[in-house]
């Protein structure tokens, strides 16, 4: 494979390597930070990317829905010659806040010279009409943290000091064999890449199901911000990850112990009622520049897998004989 026949993403040994966000200022009060204001930002996301997803599943548990307002753009990838994400799911094509129908347009009237792809989750300074922070990997941490004096009231803590060496040490884990695995595997462009990608998945999997054996959630009785992560993750991989990424050994439903986990996390206000899998299956089986030349050709979405399995019973409880599932922050002062 020569160099220059490569996609960007993609080194020597056809390896995907997910590239850096270019907007890191963080949130905070310092004079170099970005400022926590109300209605000041708007965070646009797509249903289907899991990056995005955990962002809103955590502004919705804690409340900062008001505060923060949300743009979403459609599931299928416009058929452009460049990567993009198109706002036609709002009236006349264009997200009504921004006037934007592309999500690159946001990128671009921030940096003329922008030529990565226009990444979601992405928070935009409604001030400045610029792009501020596209960090999926704090952008968690930052709200449940600094945004902190615009949670609901009795917001729960998902990131608590307590434990915040644990999470982040988890969260690394889990994004690299985990989150980015499943990426790894369904972009990768030798066997040898592929099968790497697909060995650490399954034995990370393998781990996880183990340690969910004995604790209701990854840290323990109670969910925090590494529950999220590794939710979107489980909650894409049946309907899609398993064919569209070749990642087959095992589906989520073949382990006991994560489907139980994963249900007990859909069932959890503010996970399911954020998740749309058909906006996933649409996006992973359909979409340009992520489907089989073959599948985008004949446009045909697969029916399965069955869902109705995503409400039934799940028996988590029984492992802390807890009905909060949540720490709440004056439990830990």
Not at 156 to 175: S, W
Not at 179 to 186: A, I, L, P, S
Request: hydrophobic residues 35%; glycine residues 4%; contains cysteine.
């Amino acid at each position: 494979m020569e160099k220059q026949d490569l996609p960007i993403e993609i080194n020597l040994k056809g390896e995907f390597i997910r590239q850096n966000n270019p907007f890191t200022t963080p949130f905070g009060d310092k004079i170099d930070e970005l400022p926590v204001e109300a209605g000041r930002y708007r965070l646009l996301w797509a249903a289907v990317c899991p990056w995005a997803h955990r962002s809103v599943i955590v502004r919705r548990i804690l409340g900062l829905e008001e505060v923060i307002s949300l743009g979403t753009a459609n599931p299928i990838r416009p058929d452009l010659p460049n990567i993009d994400w198109e706002f036609s799911l709002d009236k006349e094509g264009v997200d009504p806040v921004l006037g934007i129908q592309y999500m690159s347009e946001i990128y671009k009237k921030t940096d003329p010279g922008y030529t990565g792809r226009p990444t979601v989750p992405v928070m935009v300074d409604l001030i400045k009409q610029e792009v501020v922070n596209n960090d999926y990997f704090k952008l968690t941490n930052y709200f449940e943290t600094v945004w902190a004096p615009f949670h609901k009231k009795n917001a729960p803590d998902l990131y608590p000091e307590a434990l915040r060496e644990d999470i982040d040490a988890l969260n690394d884990v889990i994004f690299h064999d985990v989150n980015n695995g499943v990426y790894k595997c369904g972009f990768a462009r030798s066997q040898q890449a592929y099968e790497q990608a697909y060995d650490a998945l399954f034995a990370r999997l393998d781990e996880l199901e183990l340690r969910l054996s004995n604790k209701r959630f990854l840290l323990g009785d109670f969910i925090t911000d590494s529950d999220v992560r590794l939710y979107v993750t489980l909650a894409r991989f049946d309907v899609a990850y398993y064919s569209a990424f070749r990642a087959n050994k095992n589906r989520v439903i073949d382990y006991p112990n994560l489907w139980a986990y994963v249900r007990d996390l859909y069932q959890t206000p503010g996970f399911g009622d954020t998740t749309d899998f058909d906006a996933i299956k649409k996006h992973y089986h359909l979409s340009t520049h992520i489907s089989p030349d073959h599948i985008k050709e004949l446009k045909i979405l697969p029916k399965g897998p069955d869902l109705s399995g995503w409400t039934s019973d799940h028996n988590r409880q029984a492992l802390n004989n807890k009905v909060d599932k949540f720490i709440y922050k004056e439990n830990h002062k």
